[in-house]
């Protein structure tokens, strides 16, 4: 079927939309009309390194409504709201271990650019395009796995919950489901773009005491205040942002979150611990370095990975919604919306700072 998709050609190349060729549903996939998708910094990786062959249509934060299902699909029917999030192959040890987000073909299967069975979905007259995410949700429609989309209520405004799906996802799930801090302890989050504000959100459910949000940009700071940080610090204007951490919570932090990747940041979230402090990474980074003895042995801390939430996403988006409905996780304030058109200039103002959350607006629900 004819489609529009924007479609970016090579490394650092705009978007352009275009008429594509989109495959019909095989199966135990679904067609998807799209509604709406987030912008994400892993789509600007995607875009501007060679993490995923290009041509390609990304996007992998998309929620439509499924016009067709293909034999085997048996959880969802016509008509049906969904979120299209990252696949997982459901067969590995971390996926029949509850922890998809570290299956063992999980980079191959998201940026290798083709479906989940090995082939291409979009073509550009004879030329095929890269898949993203199992899904390229960058289109008026498109085609996913029944494992990696998740039915949503249909009371819910659709075009606000695609970022469920990855980056909201992200922030959220690491406070919830891996760091779990207990009841008045402290927690500090490093970058308070889409992914640092979910986490903010979510360690004010779980009633931290000090939480903690750091920034380069006042007005992501003041969002941070309004979403339940306790405490704000701008990284421009403290002369030492550790020491800052250490008075604020007398001694350092329980928790730290860094969702920027930059390596002296990363330390600074790290000598900003005190004692047996935990310290996830969520941003993407290069290189890092440290005094393994006074930066993190010697005090018994701990540095580790997180990937997309150590969430579920068919147990943990539903949750996410129902905290949202209940007026708990506003998630929808971090959220501008763009027309599909304007996908350039949505990329140029998340990368600026001057949006939060950019949403493209690709069709009605």
């Known amino acids: 079927m004819k489609i529009n998709a924007a479609v970016t050609s090579g490394e650092g190349k705009p978007f352009e939309i275009k008429d594509i060729e989109l495959q019909e549903p095989k199966a135990n996939e679904v067609l998807i009309r799209v509604v709406a998708s987030g912008v994400c910094h892993t789509d600007m990786v995607a875009r501007d390194t060679g ?3 290009k041509p390609a249509v990304l996007g992998h934060e998309g929620s ?16 049906d709201h969904v979120v299209m999030s990252y696949v997982h192959c459901g067969n590995c040890e971390q996926c029949l271990s509850g922890y998809p987000a570290t299956c063992e073909f999980l980079t191959p299967m998201n940026f290798g650019g083709k479906a989940q069975d090995g082939t291409h979905r979009h073509y550009e007259g004879d030329d095929e395009l890269s898949m993203f995410f199992g899904q390229s949700s960058f289109a008026t429609y498109a085609i996913a796995h029944e ?3 998740v039915k949503v209520p249909k009371d819910v405004d659709l075009s606000i919950l695609g970022p469920l799906g990855c980056g909201i996802q992200t922030g959220a799930g690491t406070v919830l489901n891996n760091l779990k801090p207990e009841f008045g302890t402290s927690i500090v989050i490093f970058g308070a773009g889409g992914v640092g504000l979910s986490a903010v959100m979510a360690a004010k459910i779980v009633n931290c005491e000090h939480i903690i949000a750091v920034d380069l940009h006042d007005s992501r700071l003041e969002t941070a205040k309004e979403l339940g940080a306790t405490h704000v610090i701008n990284g421009n204007k403290s002369e030492d942002v550790v020491e800052k951490i250490k008075e604020i919570t007398g ?8 969702t920027t990747g930059v390596s002296p940041v990363v ?11 935990e310290l996830a990474i969520i941003g993407v980074g290069s290189d890092f370095e440290m005094n393994l003895m006074e930066d993190l042995m010697a005090e018994g801390k701990m540095i580790k990975g997180v990937i997309e939430g150590d969430a ?13 409905q209940q007026g708990l ?33 690709i069709g009605k629900e």
């Open 51 to 53: 993490i995923t062959p």
């Open 64 to 79: 439509g409504i499924i016009e067709k299902v293909g034999t085997g699909v048996e959880n969802f029917e016509e008509g």
């Open 147 to 149: 494992q990696n989309i």
């Open 251 to 258: 001694g350092g932090s329980h928790y730290a979150i860094d």
């Open 267 to 277: 330390k600074q979230a790290l000598q900003g611990l005190r004692p047996r402090g």
């Open 312 to 324: 579920v996403p068919k147990v943990f988006i539903p949750k996410l919604i129902r905290y949202y």
């Open 329 to 361: 996780f506003p998630f929808d304030k971090l959220i501008k919306h763009y027309d599909f058109d304007d996908i350039n200039q949505a990329f140029e103002d998340s990368e600026s700072g001057e949006t939060i959350k950019p949403v493209l607006k």
